[in-house]
Every structure is written in C-alpha cells, then in structure tokens.
C-alpha cells in the first residue's frame, strides 16, 4: 500500500470516528450476532484490501464489540517505512554479553577460589588421615557379613533366583507351555553361569595361591586388605556409613526457570497469578539462567504494570518461593532497562555470612585518595571500590548495623594516604574512631561535652576560612595547571599550595547540626563544605543513626555525592540517605535483614545504587592500620596537630563578634540590617568575616543571647523590612557578659 493509500484510508476511519460520536449515532438496538459476522467480514476484506495494515483494535474485546461493523477503529498504525532504529541503531544499542564471565576474568578471585579448593583438600586428607584406622576396623568387622551377601548373592544369581517369580506365576496359571519354555530357559542360564563361577573360582583360588606363594609380604597384606575393604563395604549398612564426611558442604540447589516461576507465583501479584492461572509462566525470561560468581542468575521481564519494586517489596515471600535464606535471595531492577526489567541473583550462601576475601589494604599497602579503592565486596564476591576524592558522603543507619565502622573504614582508607589531613568527631563518645584520631588526625574530639562541641565549632570555622582560602588558590592558578579548576592528585602534591586533602568524618553528626545554640552555624559550614568542599580537595562524612531532616539538614542530604544507607525503617530515612525517591526506584534499604551488618546499598562512584558488604575491620586491626598510616606520615614528616600531642583549642577564636559590631555600627545607627552589618564586617576583618552571610551572623549571634528582628528603612519613598540587628541588644550582652565576668 502506499502513502497516498493509508491516508485515503486514515481519512475514511476519521470520517467514520466523527459519525460514530455524533449525537444521532447513539440509542440503536442491534443484533450482535449479526454484527459481528459483518465485522468480520468487512475486516477480512479490508485485510484484503490493505495487507498492510495492523489490528484493528476496538474490535478485540467482546466489551468493546463495535455495533456496527464499518465503525471499527485502527489502533495500531500502520508503521512508517522509517519507524524504529534501524539495523545499526538496533546493533549500536544493544547489549553485549560478556564473553569471559566477569568472576572469570579477576585475578585475585582466581586466586581466593584456588587457596579455598586447597584448603578444603588438605582439611579432608587430614580429616580422614586421623580416622583411618577406625574406618579400617569397622570394614574388618562388616567384612564376615559382606563374605556372606557375596556369597548369597552369587547363589542367587548362578540359580537364577530372579526368574522364580515369573515361573511360579506361569504354575499357578497353570501353564504348561509357559512353565516349559521358561524352564528350558532358566536350565541353559543356571549351566551358562554355573561354569562362569566355576572359571571365576578357579581364576580367584590361582589367583590367591600365586599371591600367598610367590608375591612378596607388603603385596600379600595389600591383596588381603583390599579383599577385606572390599568385602566390609559390601557388608556396610545403608543407616551407617563407614566413612564420616569431613565438610558439610552448604546445599545449593540449582537455580531453574520452575523455581523462579514458583517463587515469583508466590509472590502474591496479581498479574504474575493470572497469567500462571491460565497456564502461562507470568514471567518471560530474556536470557539463560547462568552461572554468575557464587550464584545463579535469572533474568527476564515481569508482565505488563508489574515492577520490580513490586518484587523486591516481597523479597521475604520470594525467598520463601525460592527456598533460600533471605540474605541469598537480591532481586534487582536493571539501569536503563525498563522497570519491568528484573535481575534475580540467588546466592549458595546468605551474603552476611559469605566469607569474604581478605581487604587488599589489611596488612599493608597505601592509597591515592584520588583513585578508587576497594572498600566492600557486593553479593557475588567482586570487590567494590569508591574514590574518596571530590565527594561528600553521608552514612545512615538504624543503630547497630555498622555504621561507625564503615565511616572508620573508609577514614582508615584516608589514613594510609599520607598526604590526607583527617579531622575526626565521634560525638558518640565510645572511641571508635579513636584508632584513626589518635595516630594520624589533624583534629580529633570524642564526645558531646561542650568541650568537645566547642573544639569542633573552632575547627569547622577554621575549614571554612581553609575552604575559601583553597577556592582563591584555584582561581588563581594558571588553566594549564588547574584546567577543570579543581583540585588533582599532582597538585595535592605541591606542599607550598597547601591543597593536600583534606578528610573530615563525623560519626553521630546530628549531635552537631541539633545544637542548641550552634547547630545553625554548624549546619551552615558543614552545607558550604559540602556543595564547595569536593572541589577544594575537602571531603566530608557524616553518619548518623538517625536519618531525618533534624539530623542531616537538606541543604547537606540534598548535596551529598556519595551516599552510603544501611538498615533503615521506612521510606523517609532511606530516601534522606539515598536520595529523593530512592524507595521508589526499588533502591530500598529497608529490605535488609538484622542480620546484615554492613551491608548497605552504596550510591557514588558513578553508578546506580549497589548493594554492597564492608569490609569488617574491628579494633585491634583498626589500631594496626592506623599505627601503620602512622608510620608512613612520620616517614613523610606529615604528621601534624592532634596526632603529634598538639592541645585542643578550645576556646572561643580570637575576635571579638560582639566588639567587632560595635565598631562597625557606631552608636548613633540604633537598628541595621544584617547584611550590612557584614559587609562592614568583612570590611574590618576580612580574614575572619568574609563570605558570611546575614544568616551567620543570625547563627553567630544566637550563642550571646541575641536575636536579629524586622528593621525597616526607607528606601526610594518605600518602606523595606530585613532582618538586621539593635545596636542595644549588642551593647546589653556585653554589659551582661561583663557583669559575669565580674562577679566571677
Ligand atoms: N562490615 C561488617 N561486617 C560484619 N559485621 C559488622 C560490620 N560492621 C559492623 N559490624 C558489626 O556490627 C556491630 C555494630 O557496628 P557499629 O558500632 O558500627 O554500629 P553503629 O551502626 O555505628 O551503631 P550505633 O548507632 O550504636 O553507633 C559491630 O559491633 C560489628 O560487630
């Protein structure tokens, strides 16, 4: 058909369509019957007529059966000649499939798999080595019973006792011809197999005789210790095995399209029960059931309105289909696939207690901050990696799952890059990040005592004046140096820039952002080190046990590049953690059992949301690698501030804000708004108040008792209204702070 074809007919079904929803079209009785025949009809010779042309579609359902047979709509167009891409489009975007698998292709899980057969072998020679002399006597003792089902057996057999059924059945049918011809039978197999023992009797008899009278003794003893094995298996009983099994290996039953159909028709969804109902699977599957690292993997489309979210939602009902343990079983969506499209990877082992191969870093080895570096392994074994550099990450939990210990991870990772300033608050208290903070940080405090609150508000100011310090620095230096104005590993190397990175790790940060009378402050510094910080070479972590807007403020939740979520309990913590609509996409944390310490889905590193194990490095190895990071920045002469015994500083910074306002709102302005009160101020000190905003200085004041209010000033004839400050409200808490110092 051609085009000037199609449109005469589109043309002809626009006209009909038109006809049809006309108000006397309406309130016809028809014969159904009739109508359909006609349809069919009409619909054949259209087909005729146009071969080209698609279903028609209003006329698939006996719902929508159209009275009248020359009203039928076409819902599917016939496709233009370019519709679609073409055969190199199609080639261009399709997916390759690994040729060499990727387990296949890693050295070092080549390398762990090897050192595991190994060690299994030698676990059961030197198992079965020590039970040997048992195994020997309990073949001794079935051998007299084995002797006898030996003979018995071969009795039987020379006597063809297995046809005295049949022939008894042929006398009690009375059945002479049977009878006979089953005898004759029976007669020629008893001589056939009398002489076969015979023979094999004599061979046996010479046999031993030429052993007893000419072999020497070890061959003699091995003769009659392999007749004895022999004869003690043959008397074994089926309820007691002679030999133990040295290793219970875990049952790992193989992964089949029936299992996975079964599993997924448990599920409860409504569609998948329909089509299975109807005798179809409810679930196509695109590609083998393989073999991927230590599991298997199914893959195919759920049916049309059907998620995978939907799937991973019942993840415990499927694994009840799948008859697995629940860490076995990761359903997951595939990145740019449909959302129909579902992985399913199902373990041998629950991934929690999977042995895990050994952290590449454990024992020695440094790092580039600027380079990734394995810090987890995902469910099938392969080690994940993260780059610490340019990000700013956040860790959310649940208590207990192992928060703290990935952020120490991660800043024990920084630790063994020598060139890595850590600053590290565990506002918990209970010392974990002690390991880190003692050997190498710049600035550690452990605790929520003001002492401690105080040390980290100085040392946060202090970043902020080292952030724009930094972001001057890059600006100023030439494009061929500095060409996508961000921090590099080789200039991090230039000690004279002072660009070296910088790590900060909070554990417990909302003890910070919810104080009293910092918190503003501290989640001001902490927002600016987050959206300006990565490109500085300032990185910043913040775990939090418990993930809310209070706890990890948006403007820092919203900015995080990185982003690390363990067991989690509902939607909102996962989505602060993950990002906005995270739950919905499937990335759900809240799917994680109890038992799944460490493991955590992982959003960074360029990639969709990964679900990943941490490495497990508990205190004492904590307290060697940090010795060791230690050591290497000694070497380098980089240790610096705490970590070299320096005291905490833990007094208010030198300047005096309240003085500072004085000087800048002299006493006959009675009100000014707060953005020229810092203007004036960054004026007067630009090395301390440069940058702030009016909202600082709101934050700043809050800790002296004092609130900014509504000024109003009159500009061209109007009157605007801005938060500003009273210069009396100043010059009372000097008064008050003076009439204290006094009376103490
Ligand atoms: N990667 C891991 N693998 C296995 N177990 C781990 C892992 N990380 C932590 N754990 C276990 O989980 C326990 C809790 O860890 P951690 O102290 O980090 O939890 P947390 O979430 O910080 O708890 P809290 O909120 O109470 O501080 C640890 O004692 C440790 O035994």
């Not at 200085?697 to 209204?721: F, Y």
């Amino acid at each position: 058909m051609n085009h000037d074809d199609e449109n005469e007919l589109f043309s002809r079904l626009e006209k009909e369509i038109s006809a049809d929803s006309s108000p006397d079209s309406g309130g016809e009785v028809v014969d159904l019957d009739k109508a359909r025949s006609a349809r069919a009809q009409s619909a054949d010779s259209r087909a005729a007529e146009s071969p080209d042309s698609t279903r028609a579609g209003s006329g698939d359902s006996e719902d929508t059966e159209s009275a009248d047979p020359d009203k039928t709509v076409l819902v599917d167009r016939p496709a233009p000649a370019s519709a679609g891409p073409g055969y190199l489009g199609r080639l261009r975007s399709a997916r390759r499939r690994d040729v060499v698998p990727v387990w296949l292709r890693s050295v070092s899980e080549l390398k762990t798999a090897t050192a595991w057969v190994a060690r299994h072998y030698t676990h059961s020679a030197g198992y079965h080595a020590l039970r040997s002399p048992v195994y020997a006597a309990r073949l001794t003792l079935q051998a007299p019973v084995g002797a006898a089902k030996f003979i018995g057996s071969t009795l039987r057999w020379v006597t063809d006792a297995e046809g005295a059924p049949v022939r008894a059945a042929a006398v009690r049918r009375e059945d002479a011809g049977e009878y006979l011809a089953l005898s004759r039978k029976r007669d020629g197999r008893v001589r056939l197999r009398s002489i076969i023992t015979v023979l094999a009797m004599f061979f046996g008899i010479g046999t031993a005789l030429a052993i007893y009278v000419l072999a020497p003794g070890w061959l003699q003893a091995i003769s009659v210790g392999a007749l004895v094995a022999a004869l003690g298996f043959n008397g074994r009983r089926a309820d007691a095995p002679v030999i133990n099994r040295a290793v219970e290996m875990p049952k790992a039953t193989k992964l089949t399209s029936d299992i996975v159909l079964r599993a997924l028709g448990a599920l409860g969804i409504a569609p998948i029960n329909q089509a299975q109902a109807k005798g179809r699977d409810g679930f196509e599957f695109t590609a083998p059931i393989t073999r991927d690292g230590p599991g298997w993997r199914a893959e195919g489309n759920l049916p049309y309105g059907v998620t995978v979210t939907d799937v991973i939602e019942r993840r415990d009902k499927l694994a009840s289909g799948l008859r697995r343990p629940l860490g076995c079983v990761w359903p997951e969506a595939v990145p740019d696939e449909h959302t129909g499209r579902l992985v399913l990877w199902v373990g041998d082992q629950d991934m929690s207690s999977t042995k895990k191969p050994k952290w590449p870093l454990l024992t020695s080895g440094s790092v580039d901050l600027f380079k990734p570096v394995p810090y987890g392994t995902d469910q099938r074994g392969r080690w994940v990696n993260v780059t610490l550099m340019y990000i700013a990450g956040v860790i959310g939990a649940i208590p207990r799952m192992g928060k703290t210990f990935l952020l120490r991870l991660l800043l024990l990772m920084a630790a063994l890059d020598a060139r890595a300033e850590l600053h590290t608050y565990d506002m918990k208290g209970t010392g974990d990040l002690d390991p880190v903070g003692n050997a190498v940080s710049h600035r550690h405090a452990a605790g929520d005592d003001d002492e401690s609150i105080q040390y980290a508000l100085n040392d946060f100011r202090a970043l902020r004046e080292e952030l724009r310090r930094r972001t001057k620095v890059i600006r100023s230096l030439p494009r061929d140096i500095c060409p996508e104005s961000k921090v590099t590993s080789a200039l991090a190397d230039k000690r004279s820039l002072g660009l070296h990175p910088i790590v900060i790790g909070v554990d417990e940060c909302q003890v910070l952002f919810e104080h009293p009378d910092y918190g503003k402050e501290f989640e001001e510094i902490a927002t600016d080190l987050v959206k300006r910080g990565p490109a500085t070479g300032i990185v910043l972590l913040l775990a939090t046990q418990r993930p809310d807007a209070k706890a990890l403020p948006t403007g820092i939740s919203a900015n995080a590049s990185a982003r690390w979520c363990l067991k989690v309990m509902g939607q909102l913590e996962n989505d602060m953690v993950l990002g906005t609509s995270a739950y919905k996409r499937g990335v759900r944390a809240t799917m994680f059992s109890w038992g799944d310490k460490g493991i955590h889905y992982f959003v960074g590193e360029g990639s969709d949301a990964r679900i990943v194990g941490s490495v497990y490095v508990d205190g004492p190895t904590a307290d060697a690698i940090g010795a060791r990071a230690r050591k290497a920045r000694e070497k380098a002469g980089l240790l610096s501030g705490y970590a070299l015994g320096e005291e905490p500083q833990t007094a208010e910074t030198s300047y005096d804000l309240l003085a500072d306002i004085l000087a800048v709102v002299p006493a006959k302005e009675a009100k000014a708004w707060s953005e020229t009160v810092v203007a004036r101020l960054a004026e007067l000190r630009p090395d301390t108040y440069e940058g702030w905003e009016p909202d600082g200085l709101a934050a700043a004041l809050k800790p002296h008792g004092i609130s900014t209010i509504q000024v109003g000033r009159r500009v061209d004839g109007k009157v605007v209204n801005r938060r500003g400050i009273a210069r009396t409200d100043i010059t009372t808490a000097i008064a008050e702070c003076d009439g204290k110092r006094d009376a103490s």
